[in-house]
């Protein structure tokens, strides 16, 4: 087995090995996302073609508005080729990371330092909260890594030596590991956090039954963070999709803010899931443009490493469609099979090249093993397509 960097999710972990004989693939450490993930990867075939590269680019530069549009799976390095050749051919670079995520990266709680290492929290982090947040579903080593489950230098118990929050609006398979699990309706997140940082800052007491969650389960919860030396709160969709992002994500802040002005570590990070929704962000910042999609704006399209017409709504899946598509990536789905002309790259978690951005902005460099193929890297063949665009 060699040791492999998995791209399933935005955890990228770095600590899994992998081998692929013939058409089996076995892997260790990665969890059932993340095998799923490289077994498609490493039995997909990526043949380049000429002719594909030329098509590509006749097409590109005929085009008049060209969206160049995907990149959460793509590199850092990837990204950065990408922008270079949208900016060649005068074109509109914009990411199909979440929009939840694109505002959460504009929002202050952003701005005021309350982020910090993964690692830090496996070492530091007594009580856990994740808020709106189910990595049973999508980042599932993060409980086992990070969070819950691991030892660290102040943790000498493991789980025994932490705290376990979990707020949704409905029982998730995280609860399961939860000393306080509360359950309250959507959309009340704010009334919560309201409730918790009085009672902190001794401005009420908390008597009778708040959104449905009796009173004592309550200040049990508020407990846990008068009793913590290091409280990290991990707020996910149910947060930043709920329609009440902005004021969730104020309260969140001054919640962190109260702890710390009562002498306590606090920190609170997001959960967002798709690969390098965090590489994307710090490259292509602030770009959305599902409006200008749905308007028919463009006329063509260069897709990388992104099935858009899967995953876009579907207004503006359906204009999308109807323009002249390039697609760049891993072979599959609805793009690649409407697309005009398609070049399949590698996934990169076998392509084994470049560097991608985890969830709490740490640079990830992936490794080569057996089974990269180099010259098939989503990179490479940017870079490709740019030097015969700009042959044109
Ligand atoms: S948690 Fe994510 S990165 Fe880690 S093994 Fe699973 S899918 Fe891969």
């Given at each position: 087995m060699e040791s492999i960097v998995c791209n399933g999710c935005s955890l990228l972990c770095d600590d899994v090995a992998a081998e692929v004989s013939g058409k089996t693939v076995n892997s260790l450490g990665l969890c059932t996302l993340g095998h799923t993930h490289l077994e498609k990867a490493a039995l997909q075939k990526?043949?380049?073609?000429?002719?594909?590269?030329?098509?590509?680019?006749?097409?590109?530069?005929?085009?008049?508005?060209?969206?160049?549009?995907?990149?959460?799976?793509?590199?850092?390095e990837a990204i950065k080729e990408g922008i270079e050749l949208s900016s060649l051919l005068n074109g509109y670079m914009a990411s199909s990371i979440d929009l939840g995520a694109t505002q959460v990266m504009e929002h202050d709680i952003n701005a005021s330092g309350l982020g910090i290492d993964l690692e830090y929290v496996r070492n530091n982090g007594d009580f856990i909260i994740y808020w709106g947040s189910d990595p049973s579903e999508s980042l599932h080593r993060h409980p086992s890594r990070f969070a819950v489950l691991p030892r660290g230098e102040k943790i000498p118990e493991g789980i025994e030596s932490r705290t376990i929050g979990v707020v949704d609006v409905r029982q998730t398979e995280t609860m399961k590991m939860a000393n306080h699990r509360l359950v309250i309706p959507g959309g009340k997140d704010a009334d919560l956090l309201d409730v918790i940082i009085s009672e902190l800052e001794e401005k009420s007491s908390i008597k009778d039954k708040v959104l449905g969650i009796p009173g004592s389960e309550l200040v049990g919860f508020v407990n846990g963070f008068r009793k913590a030396d290091c409280t990290v709160i991990f707020y996910g969709?149910?947060?930043?999709?709920?329609?009440?992002?902005?004021?969730?994500?104020?309260?969140?802040?001054?919640?962190?803010?109260?702890?710390?002005?009562?002498?306590?570590?606090?920190?609170?990070?997001?959960?967002?899931?798709?690969?390098?929704?965090?590489?994307?962000?710090?490259?292509?910042?602030?770009?959305?443009?599902?409006?200008?999609?749905?308007?028919?704006?463009?006329?063509?399209a260069l897709i990388v490493a992104d099935d858009a017409l899967a995953h876009l709504p579907g207004p503006a899946a359906k204009t999308l469609a109807k323009s002249h598509i390039v697609y760049v990536g891993p072979p599959g789905g609805l793009t690649d099979k409407r697309a005009a002309v398609s070049i399949h790259t590698a996934d990169t978690i076998v392509a084994g090249t470049g560097t991608m951005t985890r969830v709490d902005m740490n640079e990830m460099e992936f490794k080569k093993w057996k089974a990269s193929k180099e010259d098939a890297t989503i990179s490479q063949t940017i870079r490709k397509l740019t030097e015969l665009v700009r042959k044109k």
């Open positions: 990526t043949k380049q073609a000429e002719k594909d590269f030329e098509k590509a680019a006749d097409i590109l530069t005929t085009g008049e508005n060209i969206l160049v549009y995907g990149w959460t799976h793509a590199t850092n969709s149910g947060v930043i999709n709920s329609g009440n992002q902005e004021t969730n994500l104020t309260k969140i802040a001054k919640l962190v803010e109260v702890q710390r002005n009562n002498g306590k570590e606090a920190y609170a990070l997001p959960m967002f899931v798709q690969s390098n929704t965090m590489g994307v962000e710090k490259a292509v910042s602030g770009v959305h443009s599902l409006q200008r999609i749905s308007s028919g704006e463009f006329d063509t």
